[in-house]
């Protein structure tokens, strides 16, 4: 940091080093909070691994994801700690390779496309809500961990996946926990050591690839003979313009990142809905009355959704506090500026859409669920880089469509069926993994609506 008389952004001072690391182990989103407070909107977060600078302003945000974005790489902390899991793929790749890849998968998220998934999402909504029963007890993160892994899975390979779907679902968490564990920890153990930890995440990595490679050449042996219209068959047959097409190792990292990105997601976004909703009574009431004023009851499809206002305005709700992707991180590739800072390059600079979505400069009421706040113009008003649960620029999220849909269609088949009521004294804290989830899952009561 040299220019402007060799100012650093502030921060903690004094010797905050390793008292800042643990607090970052502890309880990263207080500390994202304290630091944005009281540090303002260009911070510096003094780390054992080197220093992060966070960004508060929507403005700073924009510069960073969208006006200087080229100056950038994806964070080189959540690469590494990605890198095994999702090789080359989408969401970590760089450059050329990116842009090519991008090009390719692009068609496979239009509009039109997604929306022919549909049916499925509302299919195998009906169907995990027809194993519950009135007055029985669940963990609604596992429940709807299970249902996005099975749309996942239908959408991306066009089948079910008997008996594995949830053995999936183990393995990605687990990883998950294995590599942030590894990316945040002061010290690292290599990973060729034979540590337990260590000896679990080959096994586990070594099931996900088998399976996947599995999925791809069962198709290559099928040819033509089969027409399949899931992901994975757009992915198989998008073609370069200079006719190249995907190798089976491009297909793998693609299609582990799709599934890794687009279940566990989404999965939050309705685990804090249903969360959300039992905690906030008239808003959960103003949804069921929306509902059955348009539904009456029955299964929603697609051309409900655009009489359905408070169902979106309840989503854009949730992903306000709650947003799945709570930080972003970059790298520099070449020297930025922020705010009058000067930032050489292999600066990590951070922006975290759980401190911006709470800030009430932007919001009244920053901490309160209010969906009415979303239906007189406020996404409009909002400067760009105020609410961000899809990032923005170019790397902004691929399945941005395809998310909205499922979570909406998903909640408006359950919230037609089922109440839920959290379990009294239950905790619920979100634990800000790679993504945020409620730390001791959401433990509700289901009460069958008529
Ligand atoms: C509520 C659900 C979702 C949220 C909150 C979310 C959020 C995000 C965010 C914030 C990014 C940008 C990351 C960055 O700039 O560093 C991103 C990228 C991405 N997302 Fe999503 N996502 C969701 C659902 C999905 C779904 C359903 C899919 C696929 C089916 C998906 C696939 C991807 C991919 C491939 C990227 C990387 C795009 C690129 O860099 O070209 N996401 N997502």
Known sequence: MSANGNRLPPGPQGLPILGVSLELLRDVLGLLRRVAREYGDVARIPVLKGDRFLLNHPDLIEQLLVIQQTKFNKSTVSKEATQRLLGQGLLISEGDFWRRQRRLAQPAFHRAR??????????????????W????????????????????????????????????????TFLMRYSLGRARSPVTIPASWP?????????????????VYRIISERQAQGNSVHHTDLLALLMSAMDEDGSQMTPRQL????????????????????????????????????????????????????DLERLPYLQAVVNEVLRLYPPAYLLARTSITPSNFGGYDFPVGSTILVSQYVMHRDERFYDDPDAFRPQRWLDGLAARLPAGAYFPF????????????????????????????????????????????TLRPRHGIRMTLQARR
């Open 133 to 172: 029963r009135s007055g029985e007890t669940r963990d609604m993160a596992h429940e709807m961990t299970a249902t996005t892994l099975d749309i996942a899975v239908r959408t991306l390979f066009g089948t079910t996946l008997p008996g594995e779907a949830e053995q999936v679902g183990r393995a990605m």
């Open 195 to 211: 540590t337990p930890r260590n000896r679990r995440a080959n096994r586990e990595y070594e099931f996900l690839d088998s399976l």
């Open 391 to 434: 990032g923005d620029g170019p790397r902004r999220c691929i399945g941005q469509s395809f998310a909205l849909l499922e979570s909406a269609l998903v909640i408006a088949t359950i919230a037609q069926k089922f109440q839920f009521r959290l379990v009294a004294g239950h905790p619920v804290m979100p634990e800000p993994l790679v």
């Open 114 to 131: 997604i929306n022919e998934y549909a049916a499925t999402m509302v299919e195998l909504a009906q169907a995990h809500a027809r194993e």
């Open 252 to 303: 793998r990292d693609e299609t582990m990142t799709l599934f890794l990105a687009g279940h566990e997601t989404t999965a939050l976004t309705l685990s804090w809905t249903w969360y959300l909703l039992s905690e906030n009574p008239a808003a959960e009431a103003r949804l069921h009355q929306e509902l059955s004023g348009v539904l009456g009851g029955r299964a929603p499809e697609l051309a």
